[in-house]
């Protein structure tokens, strides 16, 4: 079976740096995937890491650490619409396979 | 990117009626689509994989007979919410799959979202 973990709540400061971790155990695994979610919304794409090191897309980067079983999300130059639930995802095969979704962190972005 | 839509966004529903939530890739062909169930402050939870032309594969303890799925185009799949009792009241939403390429030497894709269906069933 799949099971991510990731930390239930954030709070952090406009302008500042956020890191959210995810922990995962899968029988297999061809990548891992960050997807943001505003209260009332559908989930959107943000990064994806099918091998070890750091993506970086504008203000988020995603890095994976495949023999640790370890990813995170780093969210820089805070803005106020970050504030969302973040969920990191697994895929165990490749190709349009299912993934299967972390439980997800609460971003509060503060002034 | 990728457009997925989904129709009603919204569906009020008396208790024991039948919901058919319809999710279409506008811009592209999804042979396999998923649906998901979120509940409120929690993850998205799969409910069952959307073959065109086949049956769906069902996620361990969702009832095939209460959720009926069909896919019956690459862009069109739907979802039947059969005598909808209370309970069955979430979040709906389905994803189907673009490609992206190559990952660890096997292709892999990126999934799109719908915008979601809300049921409530009083």
């Known amino acids: 079976g799949q099971s991510l973990e990731q930390p239930s709540e954030v709070t952090a400061v406009e302008g500042a740096i956020v890191q959210i971790n995810c922990t995962y155990q899968t029988s297999g695994f061809y990548g891992l995937s960050w997807y943001q979610q505003h209260d009332g919304g559908a989930p959107t794409f943000l990064s994806y890491?099918?091998?070890?090191g750091l993506e970086e897309t504008g203000r988020f980067s995603s890095f994976l650490s495949r023999s640790d079983s370890y990813g995170y999300l780093l969210l820089q130059e805070l803005q106020m619409k970050d504030s969302a639930s973040y969920f990191c995802?697994?895929?165990?095969?490749?190709?349009?396979?299912?993934?299967?979704f972390g439980t997800g962190t609460k971003l509060q972005v503060i002034p | 990117g990728a457009v997925v839509s989904q129709h009603p966004s919204r569906v009020i529903c008396k208790s024991g009626t039948s919901v058919k939530i319809e999710c279409r890739s506008l811009d592209f062909q999804a042979t396999t689509m998923f649906w998901y169930r979120q509940f409120p402050k929690q993850s998205l939870m799969l409910m069952a994989t959307?073959?065109?032309?086949?049956?769906?594969?069902?996620e361990q303890g969702v009832e095939k007979d209460k959720f009926l799925i069909n896919h019956a185009s690459l862009t069109l799949s739907t979802l039947t919410v059969t005598s909808a009792h209370p309970e069955d009241s979430s979040f709906y939403i389905c994803s189907a799959g673009k490609p992206r390429g190559l990952a660890g030497g096997r292709f892999t894709d990126t999934q799109y979202f719908g915008p979601g269906t809300r049921l409530t069933v009083l």
């Open positions: 995802a697994v895929r165990d095969k490749g190709g349009y396979q299912k993934v299967t």
């Open positions: 890491n099918g091998l070890d």
């Open positions: 959307s073959n065109e032309g086949s049956k769906a594969t069902y």
